[in-house]
């Protein structure tokens, strides 16, 4: 009996050397655990929160250079703009003084048909006063022997053609000119044809 009473001695020295030595308490241990459950989820939840904050750091910076790169194009179109503006001013500028040239060659073109109009219709007016000797009956035709033949002595005479000599005047004349000017007095006829045949 004592040598079994030894023996359980020494198991429950032994045990307790070993638990000294090797492993914490029971509860100790359990505490170290129920820690390290808890600061796992805190450490992904700031792990989530770094991440967030480097995505929306990352969506602020491409803004910021998608900002600056539309501000580059807008500059450079402006530019670009502007540059065209700058060169129509210049081409109109040396284009100037051809436009000033050709409207000053325009104005003289005017001035002289104007007085080639007016050169002519005097010439009119004094023919056909001399058809009836001043009298003025022909000046009925004047206006539109000026619409059809530009009140031109020239555009009158082409009307001539060769006619029969039994024919007298009036066969020189063609017929078309009695019915353009409107002319239906066989006496007025016969004034018409006598001038025409003498220009």
């Not at 910076?61 to 600056?68: L, R």
């Not at 500059?75 to 050709?102: I, K, T, W």
Request: proline share 3%; charged share 35%.
């Amino acid at each position: 009996r004592a040598e079994r009473g030894g023996a359980a001695h020494e198991d429950d020295e032994a045990q307790r050397q070993t638990s000294m030595t090797t492993d914490e308490p029971p509860d100790v241990v359990k505490a170290e655990a129920d820690h390290a459950e808890v600061e796992e989820p805190l450490e992904c939840d700031q792990a989530d929160e770094v991440a967030e904050a480097g995505e929306d750091k990352m969506e602020a910076q491409a803004a910021v250079e998608e900002e600056e790169a539309f501000e580059d194009a807008l500059q450079s179109e402006g530019a670009e703009l502007e540059n065209e503006e700058e060169a129509f001013e210049d081409a109109l500028e040396a284009a100037e003084p051809e436009h000033e040239a050709v409207l000053d060659t325009a104005e003289q073109l005017r001035r002289r048909r104007e007085e080639t109009t007016g050169e002519r219709q005097a010439a009119l007016r004094e023919w056909l006063l001399a058809l009836d000797k001043g009298a003025g009956t022909m000046l009925q035709y004047f206006d539109i022997l000026c619409t059809e033949f530009d009140g031109d002595l020239a555009q009158i005479a082409a009307t001539k053609i060769e006619g029969r000599p039994e024919q007298g005047f009036l066969g020189q004349v063609d017929p078309c000119f009695w019915e353009v000017v409107n002319v239906r007095k066989m006496g007025h006829r016969m004034l018409f044809a006598k001038g025409i045949s003498m220009l």
